[in-house]
């Protein structure tokens, strides 16, 4: 066989194998919008709870939060100083 031949043959190889690809994945494109369809028309609808509403109750403050807005106005005016 001739250098060209195989150059031919070659070709036609790419060809057809990125043909197939090429079907092969719009196949898979449109069964995959099928089953996202299916499975969309066919599952029941999540039910939708209904939360009561909150009721904002402030925590009595304890001495650890006291420590805590202590130690970080410090550290803000440690930061702003410098």
Same mark, same amino acid.
């Given at each position: 066989? /001739?250098?060209?031949?195989?150059?031919?043959?070659? *070709?036609?190889?790419?060809? *057809?194998?990125?043909? *197939?690809?090429?079907? *092969?994945? =719009?196949?898979?494109? $449109?069964? %995959?919008?099928?089953? /996202? $369809?299916?499975?969309?028309?066919?599952? !029941?609808?999540?039910? %939708?709870?209904?939360? !009561?509403? %909150?009721?904002?109750? =402030?925590?009595?403050?304890?001495?650890?939060?006291?420590? =805590?807005?202590?130690?970080?106005?410090?550290? =803000?005016?440690?930061?702003?100083?410098?």
């Amino acid at each position: 066989m /001739s250098g060209s031949g195989l150059l031919l043959e070659g *070709f036609y190889l790419m060809v *057809f194998g990125m043909g *197939f690809v090429y079907m *092969f994945l =719009i196949i898979l494109v $449109y069964a %995959v919008k099928l089953m /996202s $369809y299916l499975v969309i028309r066919f599952t !029941p609808e999540p039910a %939708v709870e209904t939360k !009561p509403a %909150v009721t904002s109750e =402030i925590a009595p403050q304890s001495a650890e939060n006291e420590h =805590i807005k202590v130690v970080l106005a410090a550290a =803000i005016h440690h930061h702003r100083r410098g």
